[in-house]
């Protein structure tokens, strides 16, 4: 074995334990490798670093900045709500229809596009389900893997094998010649992961970290005793409340009610002292008072009680929010009430709940005077809440927000412009008019000119960890193809498989594929493989497609660990696994895979 081969050899095996242990971190990892590999002397600073100019590292950048794009306007929100209610309280439903639409919108763009798009989809999901997100998440990344096996365009691996077909001067590919494959495999894929599902991490990942320090509405709810407190009232057009403005109703004082929003048609409006109240309204009401009721207080304005569709001190979190806000030592507001304060005319947000160390006061607040260190709860728009801790000044202390403040939109009015640029980039990419990376570049732009995106969200949302991690593992193929390794492994696989019948060359040639995807891209791995592949098919004097056809799908194989392919690696954080995960679930299936290919292949191309 040639020196710097050797070498090459044993910076690649460190770099592999090093990420089965798990120490140092993978992006650390991946900077080691970028500085060892040059001394060496196999390859260059320059070519070390050539993984920042690959195109489809650039291309995973710009599909973090299309998928933020989606996050801020709710595109993704809708989708996840699409999935949640379909799929009601099943988990395994869940799954299905999770990895049926990653399959499906992969079909036609990249794989590991696809699963930059639905991560923050499936964080969304675990959130408001309280599925951890280790159940979600390697679903998803196999379906995003098993969806480079349904089309000519799904992934660079069918295009790089397709090309070299070309070049030899046979008919490349139709558009749905990979999908009679990919679809059983995304049926059995489906079956594996509900099988094993009960077997996977329990952690929660990016989710637990994020978190885990902050309080939720519902907790609030318990935690200030609101249950029961919610009421929904609709203004008949008799109710003597009609055309009045609410400073002059006075339903704190008279009947122990803060209104805290008004819903007229399908506009959630936010009450001030100014606003008039009109025939047709319904007042969203906390009804603080003990000797309030309910019933009463509908006779007496002439309401109709309705009833609650949801709870709207936690099912309105795009509307209305709370706050946890400290009253400070300097504060104007001590020694005076709510009403004597004008709290709600001063701040824009509501008093619900009070808190004096860890008791929650349970008299009617109204009538409690504000002390140094109470907490109070406040309710209102998101917008107001804001405000009122802005302009609190010297007086409140913001102490808590909830979770439900990380899942606000920005941009909650331009949903339809985010779908529109989503199905432009989409188009690009199947038409193949210009590059992948071009088109998602395009979509950039087009997010930032539509207001979808600002320049500060945008850097923030891409994962850097995961781009370093992959410019770290780019320049490997240069190596191993400058210092004989290719070569080597090419003359063994054909002098292995010289006397084999058609099935055990190509399970042959499948195995080897798979196990040099563990070292290096899919992409790199096609470009190697299948110039290979289709000389022994030549010179068997056998079909090249059956040949061709394994190598493409091989590739897309990239299950047994998290560098095997840049959607293992995206989804390995949020997902909080280690490397031995993908060892443990992803081998197996791989296993499977490649039997049902292989035999898929020999049935319907020899």
């Known amino acids: 074995m040639p020196l710097e081969l050797g070498l090459v050899l044993l910076v690649l095996f460190v770099a592999i334990v090093m990420f089965a242990i798990d120490k140092p971190r993978m992006d650390f990892v991946a900077l080691l490798v970028i500085c060892v590999l040059p001394l060496t002397g196999v390859i260059d600073v320059k070519e070390s670093l050539i993984g920042f100019g690959d195109p489809n590292v650039v291309l995973i950048a710009a599909m973090f900045v299309i998928g933020e794009g989606l996050v801020r306007t709710g595109v993704t929100r809708h989708i996840g709500d699409w999935l949640v209610a379909t799929s009601g ?4 439903r869940l799954i299905v229809l999770l990895m049926v639409s990653v399959c499906l919108l992969g079909s036609t763009m990249s794989s590991t596009a696809v699963t930059a798009l639905f991560i923050p989809i499936v964080l969304r999901i675990c959130r408001r389900t309280g599925i951890p997100v280790s159940q979600l998440m390697m679903p998803l990344s196999m379906a995003a893997l098993i969806s480079g096996m349904t089309t000519l365009v799904a992934t660079a691996p069918n295009m790089v094998v397709n090309a070299e ?10 558009f749905f010649s990979f999908t009679p494959f990919g679809l059983p495999v995304l049926v059995m894929g489906i079956l594996y992961m509900l099988a094993v599902k009960k077997w996977l991490p329990k952690g929660n990942g990016t989710l637990a970290s994020r978190n885990s320090n902050r309080p939720t509405l519902k907790q609030w709810v318990e935690k200030y005793h609101l249950a029961g407190r919610e009421h929904r009232l609709l203004v008949k057009p008799e109710s003597s409340l009609v055309g009045r403005r609410i400073e002059t109703c006075n339903l704190r004082e008279d009947a ?9 048609d399908r506009e959630l409006l936010h009450p001030t002292a100014k606003s008039e109240i009109q025939a047709g309204d319904i007042l969203l009401l906390d009804l603080f008072s003990r000797d309030s009721d309910i019933e009463s207080m509908a006779d007496k304005y002439h309401l ?3 009833p609650l569709t949801g709870a709207h001190f936690t099912d309105r979190t795009q509307e209305i929010g709370m706050a946890e806000l400290i009253v400070s030592a300097d504060s104007d507001l001590v020694g005076k009430t709510i009403i004597q304060s004008g709290f709600r005319s001063r701040y824009g947000v509501s008093v619900i709940g009070l808190r004096r160390g860890v008791k929650s006061v ?22 107001s809440i804001r405000t009122a801790i802005s302009q609190g000044g010297r007086d409140l202390v913001p102490l808590h927000l909830p979770q439900e403040f990380e899942e606000l939109i920005p941009e909650p009015g331009r949903v339809w412009q985010a779908i529109l640029i989503l199905f432009v980039v989409i188009s690009l990419m199947v038409s193949g008019v210009i590059s992948n990376v071009q088109a998602a570049l395009i979509g950039c732009i087009l997010m930032g000119a539509f207001g979808c995106i600002d320049f500060d969200s945008a850097y923030r949302s891409i994962d850097w960890k995961t781009i370093v991690l992959i410019v770290g593992m780019l320049p490997f193929p240069i190596a191993l193809s400058r210092t004989g390794g290719v070569e080597i492994a090419s003359v063994a696989i054909t002098s292995i498989t010289s006397g084999f019948g058609l099935f055990g060359v190509l399970m042959v040639i499948f195995l080897a594929t798979s196990l040099l995807g563990l070292f290096i891209s899919n992409t790199a791995t096609a470009v190697l493989m299948a110039p290979i592949a289709l000389s022994v098919a ?3 004097e056998i079909s090249p497609y059956p040949f061709a056809m394994v190598v493409a799908l091989a590739a897309s194989t990239a299950f047994m660990t998290p560098v095997s392919s840049p959607v293992n690696t995206l989804v390995m954080t949020p997902g909080g696994y280690r490397f031995m995960d993908f060892v443990r679930f992803g081998v197996p299936f791989s296993i499977l895979v490649m039997t049902v290919i292989v035999c898929l292949v020999v049935f319907l191309m020899a």
Request: hydrophobic residues 40%.
């Open 89 to 92: 309280s099943s988990t395994n």
């Open 165 to 174: 077909l070309v070049r030899r001067g046979e008919k490349g590919f139709e």
């Open 256 to 264: 122990g009610a803060n209104l805290v929003a008004i819903q007229r």
């Open 304 to 306: 109709v009680v309705l």
């Open 362 to 383: 349970q008299s009617e607040l109204k009538h409690e005077v504000f002390r140094v260190g109470d907490t109070l709860l406040v309710i209102g728009p998101w917008k």
């Open 538 to 540: 030549e010179r068997l």
